[in-house]
C-alpha cells in the first residue's frame, strides 16, 4: 500500500470516526428526550384525570361519559388510565374495557419510589405515582406513535447523511491527498531522473513556507552540494593525472636517453641522481593525494584525547627546524594563558602536526628572509594560532582558490609543489571544526590564521 492511500484511508477512517459518533449522538438524545418527554406527558394526563375524577362524588353513567370525553381529548394515543389503592384493587380504569393488571413487584417500587417509569412489552410507557395522602396509586400508559414515527424518519436521515458524508469524505481526501502529495511525487520523479549528466536541474520552489517546499529546498541544496562535490572531483583527477604524468614523462625521458647511449660513470649517477629526485617528488605527491582521501574519514573519530596546543607547535617547529635548517621562529602568546584548559583541545595529534608542518614548510618556501612568527592567542572559548611570513602576497582574485587542491598562484610559480599543502591543512582544521584563514598585511606580511575551538568537556566556554 502506497503513502497516498494509507494516508487517504487514514484521514476517511478519522473522518467517519467524527461522524459515525456524531450520528449516534444525535440519534440517543433525540431518542431519550423523546423518552422523557412522553414518560411526563403521560404523567401529567393521569394525575389531570385523578384530579377531575376527584371532583366527582358520584362518579354515574354521565361523570363516566364526561371523562370518557376528556380522554378522547387526550394528546396522548391509546391512552389508559388506572387509579387503585395500595393493595392493587383498582378503583377507576378509563376505558371501561380496559383489562389491567399490575405485579406486586411494580407496586412495591411504585409506593417505595412515590414514581416508577417503565416499559411493557408493546412499547407503552407506564408511569406509577403514589398518592400518600389518598393512599391511592395512579397509573397512566400511553404508547408515543408519532414519536417512534419521528425516531425512525430521524434514523433514516441520519443513516444518509452518515453514508454520504463518507462517500463523499472519501472522495475529497483522495483529491486532497493527491494535491498534497503532488510535490513529493515531482521530487521523487526528479530522484530517479537525477544523474551525473543532469545535476543542474532544480525543483521548482513555491513562496508559501511548507514542510513540503522545505523538502524541496533542501533537496535542491543537496544537489548544489553534489554538483560543486563532482565538480570538485573532475577537477581533482584532472589536475591529480596533468601532476603525475609529467614526473613519469620525464622520468620516462631520462631513462629513454639513457639506454640509446653510452654513458660514463659520472653521468650515470647525475641520470640516477635525477631519477630519485623526481621519485621522491612522485611518492610525496602519492602521499599527499593518500592523505586527502583518508581525511574524510577520520572526520568521524568520536573520542580524540586532549591536547596542548603550544606542545603541538613547539614539536612542529622543532621537526621543521630538522628539515629546513635556516628556518626561524618566533613564538609568542597574547594573552598569557590564564590555566592549563586555556590551551586544551580536542583532536588528532598526528593530524595537528601534519597541518601545522605544512604551515611553516608553505611560510618558508614563499617567505625571503625564511622568517617566520608564530603568535598564539587563547581566549577561553577559542584558540586562535597566527602564522607570519614576509614574501610576495597572492593576487586578490587568487584568494577564493587557495586552499583548493593543485592551485598554485602567481606567488609560489618559482618554487617547487604541487598545490597540495593548504588543501590538506584546510581538510585537517575542518575536521576539527576550526577554521582557517588567510590575510594579507600591509609590508608584504602574509598571515595564516587558525582558529580551533575549546572542545575540551567542563571547561568554561565550549564552541563548536
Known sequence: MNLKLRFALLFTFFVAVIL???????????????????????????????????????????????LTQILHN?????????????????????????????????????????EYRWYSSNLYQHVGTYLREENQI???????????????????????????????????????????????T??????????????????????TKDEINEIASNFNAMLERLDRAYGFQKSFVYHASHELRTPLATMLSQTESALGKEMKEPEYKKLLHS?????????????????????????????WPELRIDEIIYATVSHAKRTFPDLKVTIGFNPLPENDNDLTIQGNESLLKSAFFNLLKNAYLYSTDQKVKINIKP????????????????????????????????????????????????????????????????????????????????????GA
Do not use: C, W
Open 275 to 303: 631519477l630519485k629526485e623526481e621519485q621522491q617528488e612522485l611518492i610525496e605527491l602519492t602521499n599527499s593525494l593518500l592523505l586527502i582521501s583518508q581525511y574524510e574519514e577520520m572526520a568521524f573519530a568520536q573520542e
Open 74 to 114: 387526550s394528546t396522548l394515543y391509546d391512552e389508559r388510565i388506572v387509579i387503585a389503592d395500595t393493595s392493587g384493587k383498582i378503583i377507576y380504569k378509563i376505558p371501561d374495557t380496559l383489562h389491567f393488571s399490575v405485579s406486586p413487584a411494580i407496586l412495591q417500587k411504585i409506593k417505595t419510589e412515590k
Open 379 to 462: 581566549n577561553g572559548k577559542n584558540i586562535l594560532i597566527q602564522m607570519e611570513n614576509g614574501g610576495p602576497q597572492p593576487n586578490p582574485e587568487e584568494l577564493e582558490k587557495i586552499m583548493v587542491p593543485f592551485y598554485r598562484g602567481n606567488n609560489a610559480l618559482k618554487s617547487k609543489g604541487f598545490g597540495l599543502g593548504l588543501s590538506i591543512i584546510h581538510r585537517i582544521i575542518t575536521i576539527h571544526k576550526g577554521r582557517i584563514a588567510y590575510t594579507a598585511l600591509s609590508g608584504s606580511i602574509n598571515r595564516f590564521t587558525v582558529t580551533l575551538f575549546n572542545l575540551v568537556p567542563g571547561s568554561e566556554n565550549t
Open 138 to 184: 395512579v397509573i397512566a400508559a400511553g404508547l408515543d406513535e408519532p414519536g417512534f414515527g419521528k425516531i425512525y424518519k430521524l434514523k433514516i436521515i441520519l443513516g444518509a447523511v452518515l453514508i454520504g458524508g463518507l462517500l463523499l469524505t472519501a472522495f475529497i481526501s483522495f483529491f486532497f491527498v493527491r494535491e498534497a502529495f503532488l510535490p513529493l
Open 20 to 66: 459515525i459518533s456524531s450520528t449516534v449522538t444525535i440519534y440517543i438524545l433525540n431518542y431519550n428526550y423523546r423518552e422523557s418527554e412522553y414518560f411526563e406527558r403521560v404523567k401529567v394526563e393521569g394525575l389531570e384525570f385523578r384530579n377531575t375524577l376527584s371532583h366527582i362524588s358520584n362518579p354515574n353513567k354521565a361523570a363516566s361519559e364526561l
Open 186 to 207: 515531482n521530487l521523487s520523479m526528479q530522484m530517479k531522473s537525477t544523474t551525473l549528466q543532469n545535476l543542474t536541474r532544480r525543483i521548482a520552489v513555491k513562496e
